[in-house]
């Protein structure tokens, strides 16, 4: 885990500027490798589930990223606002992953989030809080 969670990592680079989010994002989320996209958030981040539970911490967030990693796509980002101010930003992210997935199934998942991304002491962005469904209506029955 150390080598992936070093923002002085050659692969999955941590962004040093809100704009650079995205393109961390990207790499992280595209190694499909746990390990690696585990270092693109806080250690206290929390990340809302398909059914609109919260799930705080790595250990939490690892699990719900298995779904995502299981059909071994990658995931493409249209990025639609990001706001910032010194140490936080908030992003509007649409996203897809779209193909035929590990299992040999048609895949098509889509969503706009809503996420934060916060500015640690060592000058690097993680994720702090995400919310891949945002802007999705959830039934409460």
């Not at 071994?72 to 140490?87: E, Q, W």
């Not at 809503?114 to 809080?129: E, I, L, N, T």
Request: aromatic residues 10%.
């Amino acid at each position: 885990m150390e080598g992936h969670n070093s923002a002085e990592s050659p692969i999955y680079k941590l962004a040093t500027t809100p704009e650079g989010i995205v393109d961390s994002l990207l790499d992280h989320f595209n190694s499909r490798d746990i390990e690696a996209m585990l270092g693109f958030y806080e250690d206290d981040a929390v990340i809302i589930n398909t059914s609109g539970e919260p799930k705080r911490g790595k250990t939490e967030i690892a699990r719900e990223l298995q779904q995502s990693f299981g059909f071994g796509l990658p995931i493409k980002i249209v990025n639609r606002n990001i706001y910032s101010t010194d140490n936080l930003a908030a992003l509007v992210l649409e996203w897809k992953i779209v193909g035929t997935g590990n299992n040999g199934e048609k895949v098509n998942i889509t969503g706009t989030s809503s996420d934060y991304a916060k500015k640690g002491p060592d000058g690097y962005w993680r994720c702090w809080f995400g919310n891949p469904f945002g802007v999705q209506v959830r039934s409460l029955f």
